[in-house]
């Protein structure tokens, strides 16, 4: 843990930090595109779970609305990364200590393990129940934990100002 908020402190102190936290529009326009890439990754989840669970789109298959949405979802997935490890950078010494950071960070790696879980077991046998008005019980178990936990993570996210 010492290493972390030394890491921590590094980033905060460094020029670059200083000038992200300290300029007129720089981190207002990272906190901008951060959200707005969030929008995307989790506007094109829930597209996806909520078909899964049969309430939207029944019409359309599984699969095929995956073509349509995850290069969607790893658009936004990868520039919120970008953006949000910038965010972290301006504020790093405040983020180590802050609990809707690390609330945050833990509910992110959950989001991850449900997608992999999905990814690597459940969405294997799509061909068998993909054109089906509503999916196994398998597949809305992850499709409801996912909108849980996404909609946690944002509420994390926007928990971090306060603390």
């Not at 908020?5 to 529009?25: A, I, K, P």
């Not at 909520?50 to 790893?74: D, E, F, K, N």
């Not at 398998?138 to 849980?148: E, G, K, N, W, Y």
Request: aromatic fraction near 12%.
């Amino acid at each position: 843990m010492q290493f972390l908020q030394h890491f921590c402190d590094v980033l905060y102190q460094s020029s670059f930090g200083t000038m992200l936290r300290e300029s007129n529009n720089a981190f207002s326009v990272i906190e901008s595109v951060h959200v707005l890439s969030i929008a995307l990754l989790v506007g094109t989840i829930a597209i996806l779970d909520l078909r899964m669970l049969g309430l939207i789109l029944r019409s359309v298959s599984v699969s095929s609305l995956a073509r349509g949405v995850l290069p969607l979802s790893w658009t936004g997935f990868a520039v919120s990364v970008a953006s949000g490890f910038l965010l972290f950078w301006a504020e790093a010494a405040k983020m180590y200590v802050n609990p809707s950071f690390r609330a945050k960070l833990v509910l992110l790696a959950l989001a991850g393990f449900n997608a992999l879980v999905f990814h690597t077991t459940i969405y294997r046998r799509a061909r068998e129940w993909e054109t089906l008005e509503v999916c196994p019980w398998r597949a809305r178990v992850t499709a409801i934990a996912s909108l849980a936990i996404w909609s946690a993570v944002i509420i994390a996210g926007r928990a971090i100002a306060y603390f």
